[in-house]
């Protein structure tokens, strides 16, 4: 079965033989791939009124376990964007009433965000919504190819999400 970067590739051949244009073979087919899942992920979320960033934030509570909660620091670690956007984004997500502030027993200074019930609602009916999003992407492998390409694409990710290994 040819795709549309078998026909891209073999245009490349055509016209710079001089290259190796293999690379493509397998990137080009992730970056459309992740503009797929992209376009599945917005939908999941839009049906259940959450912005990617929303739901980035709100599921990070939510997979701390009860309480549901973390500190800014840990929630910026999490979803890597800076304190600033970190704040406007805590800032929007109690305003809609998907989170609270309180303050941190451990530190005077510092306060803890909690998913509220309304925000674990969003997050596990959104989350539900996205794996159903997902598994429909990868419908035409089998078990043990979604087990050997997650391994292949694990091989990969590992040296980014490492540096230092």
Avoid: C
Wanted: glycine residues 6%; charged residues 30%; positive net charge.
């Amino acid at each position: 079965m040819e795709d549309e970067v078998d026909r891209l590739v073999a245009a490349w051949r055509r016209e710079r033989p001089d290259l190796d244009v293999e690379p493509l073979e397998v990137l080009s087919r992730v970056s459309r791939l992740a503009r797929h899942l992209d376009r599945a992920r917005r939908l999941a979320f839009a049906e259940h009124g959450l912005e990617p960033w929303e739901f980035d934030v709100l599921t990070a509570l939510r997979r701390a376990g009860r309480p549901y909660q973390l500190s800014p620091g840990q929630l910026l670690t999490q979803t890597l964007v800076t304190s600033g956007t970190m704040t406007n984004r805590i800032d929007r997500l109690a305003k809609r009433g998907l989170v609270e502030r309180l303050p941190d027993p451990s530190d005077r200074r510092g306060v803890l965000v909690r998913l509220t019930a309304t925000g674990r609602g969003h997050a596990d009916a959104a989350l539900a919504r996205l794996l159903d999003q997902e598994r429909a992407l990868l419908t035409g492998l089998s078990t043990a190819q979604r087990r050997d390409l997650a391994a292949l694409l694990r091989s990969l990710t590992a040296p980014f999400d490492n540096p230092g290994a």
